[in-house]
């Protein structure tokens, strides 16, 4: 799954924009649009990052979207954090809902491709993993907000909404499970973990390289491609599952990993326990049969050890 050699840029990717550039997923966008040689635009919020312009998603959208005249919106900023969502949920709307109708209104009237990322807390986890067409039933106050920011996104006539889930990857932003789990198991620290919640996880740098190629073929943000597509590797796994296979690929010590219930967590937010999602349109658009979890972590692997021997 590596970047293929740039050719001459399409329409779309011709001046795009990675709105949240510095977090996991945009990193990662701005990253590989950067390496196929496209004029990409990058911004930050509170992390500064080199070659990133400075942000906020709640200022004037339209003033920057004017000023730049992108080709395509890579919207990548949003609030993530679950626990955090739950107990604030008037700002939660604001960012996850209320921000984006700026954007996808400026993207609407200058027919402007706009990508989004959704999650599969869209739904409520009781018989994952889920297809595009499954009934949505949010069951905490973050998975709402993204079902409504979806609604909102569907307004503009050129877009795609790429629901993905338990995104990992090394190298772009701290907050994601893998690198807690690399840390974790480098300082001989405990690394407690839901044994029962159950998801498909997404690489990103995967996820970046898919989405340039299939825009790049003409599969993506076309007139009559797929607007809600599910992105993520094929394995329904736990968290302890994974972090197993973390602790494998590093010959780190397994007993670090500490199972718990997710109702011993207490988390505040209720987790759809089985969710996850079926990949089976977007291997169908890449054309590829499999998407395996543990090819994904191999090809993170010298970026995992990097961290592991504290030389990232």
């Given at each position: 799954?590596?970047?293929?050699?740039?050719?001459p840029?399409c329409?779309p990717?011709?001046?795009?924009?990675?709105?949240?550039?510095?977090?996991?997923?945009?990193?990662?966008?701005?990253?590989?649009l950067?390496?196929?040689?496209?004029?990409?635009?990058?911004?930050?919020?509170?992390?500064?990052?080199?070659?990133?312009?400075?942000?906020e998603?709640a200022?004037?959208?339209?003033?920057?979207?004017?000023?730049?005249?992108?080709?395509?919106?890579?919207?990548?900023?949003a609030?993530?954090?679950?626990?955090?969502?739950?107990?604030?949920?008037?700002e939660?709307?604001?960012?996850?809902?209320?921000?984006?109708?700026?954007?996808?209104?400026?993207?609407?009237?200058?027919?402007?491709?706009?990508?989004?990322?959704?999650?599969?807390?869209?739904?409520?986890?009781?018989?994952?993993?889920?297809d595009?067409?499954a009934?949505?039933?949010?069951?905490?106050?973050?998975?709402?907000?993204?079902l409504?920011?979806?609604?909102?996104?569907?307004?503009?006539?050129?877009?795609?909404?790429?629901?993905?889930?338990?995104?990992?990857?090394?190298?772009?932003?701290?907050?994601?499970?893998?690198?807690?789990?690399?840390?974790?198991?480098?300082?001989?620290?405990?690394?407690?973990?839901?044994?029962?919640?159950?998801?498909t996880?997404?690489?990103?740098?995967?996820?970046?390289?898919?989405?340039?190629?299939?825009?790049?073929?003409?599969?993506?943000?076309?007139?009559?491609?797929?607007?809600?597509?599910?992105?993520?590797?094929?394995?329904?796994?736990?968290?302890?599952d994974?972090?197993?296979?973390?602790?494998?690929?590093?010959?780190a010590?397994?007993?670090l990993?500490?199972?718990?219930t997710?109702?011993?967590?207490?988390?505040?937010?209720?987790?759809?326990?089985r969710?996850?999602?079926?990949?089976?349109?977007?291997?169908a658009?890449?054309?590829?049969?499999?998407?395996?979890?543990?090819e994904?972590?191999?090809?993170?692997?010298?970026?995992?050890?990097?961290l592991?021997?504290?030389?990232?």
């Amino acid at each position: 799954m590596r970047p293929s050699s740039s050719g001459p840029p399409c329409a779309p990717l011709a001046r795009p924009l990675v709105i949240g550039a510095s977090g996991l997923v945009g990193g990662a966008f701005h990253a590989r649009l950067a390496a196929g040689g496209y004029a990409v635009t990058g911004t930050y919020r509170a992390n500064a990052r080199p070659g990133l312009e400075r942000f906020e998603l709640a200022g004037d959208s339209p003033a920057l979207l004017e000023r730049l005249r992108p080709s395509a919106v890579v919207l990548a900023s949003a609030l993530t954090h679950v626990d955090y969502c739950e107990n604030h949920e008037a700002e939660t709307l604001e960012r996850n809902v209320g921000q984006v109708r700026p954007v996808a209104a400026w993207c609407s009237s200058h027919g402007v491709p706009l990508v989004y990322f959704s999650t599969d807390y869209v739904f409520d986890g009781a018989a994952g993993p889920y297809d595009e067409d499954a009934p949505t039933r949010p069951l905490n106050v973050y998975g709402r907000s993204k079902l409504l920011a979806e609604q909102v996104v569907a307004s503009c006539p050129r877009h795609v909404v790429l629901r993905i889930t338990n995104v990992f990857d090394i190298g772009f932003d701290d907050r994601n499970f893998l690198h807690r789990c690399v840390t974790s198991l480098r300082d001989g620290q405990s690394l407690v973990v839901p044994s029962d919640q159950l998801a498909t996880p997404t690489y990103a740098t995967w996820l970046a390289d898919q989405t340039v190629r299939l825009v790049e073929a003409g599969r993506l943000l076309a007139d009559g491609s797929p607007q809600r597509l599910h992105a993520s590797c094929d394995d329904l796994v736990s968290r302890a599952d994974f972090a197993r296979r973390v602790a494998s690929r590093l010959g780190a010590d397994p007993a670090l990993i500490t199972l718990r219930t997710t109702a011993d967590l207490h988390q505040p937010a209720p987790r759809p326990l089985r969710a996850g999602l079926r990949n089976r349109r977007w291997k169908a658009l890449l054309g590829v049969e499999r998407l395996p979890l543990d090819e994904a972590l191999d090809d993170c692997l010298p970026r995992m050890r990097r961290l592991y021997a504290r030389t990232l």
